[in-house]
Each structure stands twice: as structure tokens, then as C-alpha cells.
């Protein structure tokens, strides 16, 4: 059983609306991350916080703002999407060590699938 | 420039063996990873290679050449339950993770 959950697995919305992915990790680790995953595409990494800090914004729109509370929680908050934004949005953990900066092992979430309208 | 390549979809039998290629290029290199991911679920670790060789985990076995900039997943005694896509990603120098798209394997009884 994943280690990562995340809410809610499925959301449709319009383009109009505000809506938030949660992200959970009961895994102890220090590093999360969004990524975006559409069919055929290979994933795309969207955020990365290390320590509940910031430190890799792909180049994603803004109205995809994300939101690192602690460790353990992860959100993304969706606002004026357009229908290319639908996908699934998987979140990921792992443990960065420090210095050398080695990144483990990613462990993942089941994803949420989005459907914009 | 960075790029991953890997098969789009893979058909194979139930209780043969099966290879899924990746082949990258990249200016840094801290390993290679193997996913498998079910329709509908999240994509779980496999294997990791950072040295060249095979390493084997069960049915499972994961082959790495850096100098040629390969890799190979082989499935043995495949079983239904393989049925899923397999993705190919290697960690860059910046410990980024540069992902494949993924390889549908299709079992067949």
C-alpha cells in the first residue's frame, strides 16, 4: 500500500472555478513534487519543494500555484484552467540528503485525474 | 540537449520473456530508474542502476551500459498481472528526474 495519498482521485471542473489537489506522504521524507502526466506524453515535472521550500518551478502557468505547508502536505491549487490542463496529477516524495544533494527514491501517489470542461 | 527514448507498446505471452529498451542522452547522469504504472495507478519503483550490469530482483532484471547510454528491463515467466506501462526515466545532473513515456506492455494468454 503507497505511502502517498492523495484527494480527491477524481475532479472535474470548469474553467471558471477554484479548486485544490491535496498530497500526503506518511513516509517521513524531506522532498515532494507535482508532476503532470497525460497520455502518451512522458511526465512532466511541475514543482519541487525540498525542506517546504521552493526550489524548481518549471516554467508552469500561473494558475497552477502550489502550496507546502510541512513536510507531510502538499497542495496544488487549480484556478482558470483551460481544457488542455486536463491530466493526471501525481504527487511524489523522496529524501534528499544534504551536501552532495543525492536524491532517493521517488515514491508516488495514485494520482488525481482532472477533467477541465 | 536531454532525451529518453523507449517502444510505445509492447505485446508479449503469458510465461515467456520479455525486453523493454530505453535508450537516453545527457550531459549528466546519476542513475536509471524503472517504473511500472496500472492503468489508473501510481507508477511504482522497480529498479535503479548506477553502475553498468545487470541487477536482478526476482522475475524482474535491469540492465545499464552508460557508455552506450542503455538500458533494458527484462520481465521473466510474465504473467498476466505484468500487464501495465513500464516507464524509463535517468536522474541528471541536477538529481532531476527526465522521464520516458512510457511502454505499454499487452500480455497475452
Known amino acids: 500500500e503507497t505511502g502517498v495519498t492523495q484527494t480527491p482521485r477524481h475532479l472535474v471542473m470548469g474553467m471558471t472555478n477554484k479548486k485544490s489537489l491535496k498530497c500526503e506522504q506518511h513516509?517521513?521524507?524531506?522532498?515532494m513534487y507535482w508532476y503532470k502526466q497525460s497520455a502518451k506524453k512522458p511526465l512532466e515535472l511541475m514543482f519541487v519543494?525540498?525542506?517546504?521550500?521552493?526550489?524548481e518551478n518549471n516554467s508552469v502557468p500561473s494558475r497552477f500555484s502550489p502550496e507546502c505547508p510541512n513536510s507531510s502536505h502538499l497542495f496544488l491549487h487549480l484556478h482558470t484552467l483551460q481544457p488542455e490542463d486536463s491530466a493526471l496529477y501525481l504527487c511524489a516524495s523522496s529524501q534528499e540528503g544534504k551536501g552532495a544533494k543525492v536524491t532517493d527514491t521517488q515514491y508516488f501517489g495514485p494520482g488525481t485525474r482532472l477533467t477541465v470542461l | 540537449g536531454q532525451n529518453i527514448d523507449q517502444p510505445t507498446e509492447m505485446t508479449a505471452t503469458e510465461g515467456a520473456i520479455v525486453q523493454i529498451n530505453c535508450t537516453y542522452q545527457?550531459?549528466?547522469?546519476?542513475?536509471l530508474f524503472w517504473y511500472q504504472q496500472h492503468a489508473g495507478e501510481a507508477p511504482t519503483f522497480l529498479s535503479y542502476?548506477?553502475l553498468d550490469g545487470l541487477e536482478e530482483k526476482g522475475r524482474f532484471s535491469s540492465f545499464l551500459s552508460r557508455s552506450k547510454g542503455y538500458s533494458y528491463l527484462l520481465l521473466k515467466e510474465l504473467q498476466m498481472k505484468d500487464s501495465a506501462s513500464y516507464l524509463c526515466?535517468?536522474?541528471?545532473?541536477?538529481?532531476?528526474?527526465?522521464w520516458g513515456a512510457g511502454t505499454k506492455l499487452i500480455i497475452k494468454p
Open positions: 513516509l517521513g521524507h524531506n522532498a
Open positions: 526515466a535517468h536522474m541528471d545532473s541536477n538529481y532531476q528526474l527526465i
Open positions: 519543494y525540498s525542506l517546504e521550500e521552493r526550489v
Open positions: 545527457t550531459s549528466g547522469f546519476n542513475g
Open positions: 542502476n548506477v
